[in-house]
């Protein structure tokens, strides 16, 4: 195991920035996740750091090492794609052995190895199999024990689960999490599924446009996010964003008819803002924000209710079943201390 380190890391396709300055500290053990939409970099950083990319600017370490100048193979990592990238002519016993041969492994070693990587997968009885003979997740986690098999100090996982069904990658996630408390092998995992990052992961790493936006435990970017991108892709549904601007009080922010007074905050009087309310917490109420109900969704023991308003669209998860109908006016109270305020121009956190 090994600490992790990115020192101002620049990648570029020709004009085209990739990766812009990326600075970032993975301790001994961790489980970081990259997440963003598709074209974020986080993917290039990846390759960046597994040496299949050259670095244009900046320094990768793998504990006290810089292995810029190292090839993938020397850098001590083992990386697990999301097509599982297995030989079809080999079973899974060779699949798994494969890395250990090449490496000089003798026979007895690879055969300790294999087979313990094999009992904690439980893939055992599977070894003599054919890939084309496996289920979609017993692939990905002989993909996942041929990395186990090599020992590595890092292990990078690129979106793995991105070819599994909604119900298989449930199951893969919880797997995976569990592997990881038993090993404690620094880890990188990389997916554009925002829920994913936040059940698996100790700290996300939010990217966008090839820069880091944010990093925190999952727990600090739902609550504290950063500027309108954080917030508007950590959550679902998503947080609410609407035009507002601050009140002459400093300490309240007039959105459409409505003011909105935010404890325990002040801004400059008449500073163009948005308001931000996650869906979980607005309520229906007398004081608020009014609007006109679109859509209503039941989903179990929730309704999500999205409606129109003069600062834009928005939607509330309500806990209560009401009868609403689309036409419906309502009103909708945001809760005191669940509101986030950003600056207008920059998206700045207020």
Not at 60 to 67: A, E, K, L, P, Q
Request: proline share 5%; aromatic share 4%; hydrophobic share 40%.
């Amino acid at each position: 195991m090994a600490e992790l380190r990115i020192e101002g890391v620049h990648k570029h396709f020709g004009d085209t920035r990739a990766i812009s300055g990326v600075d970032l500290s993975v301790g001994d053990g961790e489980f970081c996740v990259l997440v963003g939409p598709s074209g974020c970099g986080k993917s290039t950083l990846l390759r960046l750091i597994a040496g299949l990319e050259e670095i244009s600017q900046g320094h990768v370490w793998i504990g006290s090492r810089d292995v810029n100048d190292l090839a993938p193979k020397e850098r001590d990592i083992a990386m697990v794609f999301g097509n599982s990238a297995l030989y079809p002519h080999m079973k899974v016993f060779a699949n798994m052995a494969f890395g250990l041969g090449l490496a000089g492994a003798d026979r007895a070693e690879i055969d300790a190895r294999v087979g313990d990587a094999a009992r904690v997968l439980d893939l055992s009885q599977l070894l003599e199999r054919l890939p084309r003979q496996l289920s979609g997740g017993h692939r990905q986690q002989v993909a996942i024990g041929r990395a186990i098999v090599r020992k590595p100090q890092v292990f990078l996982f690129d979106d793995p689960l991105s070819s599994l069904d909604a119900k298989l990658r449930a199951r893969m996630r919880v797997e995976i999490r569990e592997l990881h408390r038993r090993l404690k092998t620094t880890s990188i995992y990389v997916t554009s599924d925002q829920a994913e990052a936040m059940t698996m992961a100790d700290r996300i790493v939010v990217m966008h446009g090839g820069i880091v936006e944010q990093t925190g435990s999952p727990r600090d970017l739902y609550d504290r996010p950063a500027n309108t991108f954080v917030a508007g892709y950590i959550g679902s549904p998503a947080m609410n964003q609407l035009r507002a601007r601050v009140g002459i009080d400093g300490a309240s922010v007039d959105i459409a008819e409505a003011t909105i007074p935010v404890p325990d905050w002040h801004a400059p009087p008449g500073t163009e803002a948005v308001l931000g309310v996650r869906p979980e917490h607005l309520a229906l109420g007398d004081d608020g924000i009014r609007v006109q109900v679109s859509l209503v969704e039941a989903i179990g023991a929730d309704t999500l209710v999205s409606c129109e308003s003069a600062a834009g669209p928005l939607v509330a998860r309500l806990r209560e079943r009401r009868a609403l109908r689309p036409g419906d006016r309502i009103t909708l109270a945001p809760r005191p201390r669940a509101m986030h305020v950003f600056d207008a121009d920059s998206g700045k956190r207020i």
